[in-house]
């Protein structure tokens, strides 16, 4: 088994000086209770707070190393997430992190299609030094939550990409299609 993988995640909400429901508290509770997963959550309604709060994790947390997942929930299509009313493009986050991020796991929710080809894909990986960048390829009714758990859950016990996705796959198979569930590495 290889070592733990810790998950940042940050969510686009629409005030964070509000409260708002949201999926992912409870989901990222389960993954510490079910499964003992550290993870760190946080929010953003602007373009500059999900700017500080990248430029919080890479430069100023002392354990960035050890967050192996990257867990991006926000509003979007096409490889554009939607902060505050602008879109921002995976090649502009693939930008901010340059060479940044070797080792990691990004992973998008579903609010966010992930419509990548093989060469935009690249890039991103090129770009960045993640070891994969994931998401899903459809639009359904339900939140990826679900997945994302038993998706996380693997990623602690699975090192090899390919086989994280095999395993996926034959667990979980009706959901991931159902959604279209994308890995590329």
């Known amino acids: 088994m290889s070592s733990e993988k810790y998950i940042y995640c940050l969510e686009g909400v629409p005030d964070v000086d ?3 429901p ?3 508290l409870p989901a990222l509770e389960n993954l510490a209770f079910q499964y003992g997963i550290t993870n760190i959550y946080k929010n953003c309604d602007t373009l500059e707070g999900l700017e500080e709060s990248l430029s919080l994790l890479l430069y100023e947390d002392r354990n960035f190393k050890d967050y192996g997942i990257l867990y991006l929930v926000f509003e979007g299509d096409g490889n554009q997430i939607i902060v505050d009313g602008y879109y921002y493009t995976l090649e502009e986050i693939a930008e901010f992190f340059e060479g940044k991020l070797t080792g990691k796991i990004i992973h998008f929710a579903n ?3 992930l419509d990548l080809d093989e060469e935009g894909a690249q890039y991103f990986l090129d770009v960045t030094g993640a070891k994969a960048i994931s ?3 459809k639009q359904v009714p339900i939140l990826s939550t679900v997945l994302d758990t038993f998706y996380f859950s693997l990623c602690q016990e699975e090192e090899n990409v390919i086989d994280l996705v095999e395993t996926l796959y034959e667990k979980q198979y009706a959901l991931c299609t159902t959604m279209g569930f994308l ?3």
């Open 111 to 113: 609010l966010m299609r």
């Open 135 to 137: 998401g899903y390829s």
């Open 22 to 24: 949201t999926a992912i």
């Open 18 to 20: 509000q409260p708002h």
């Open 183 to 185: 890995l590329y590495y």
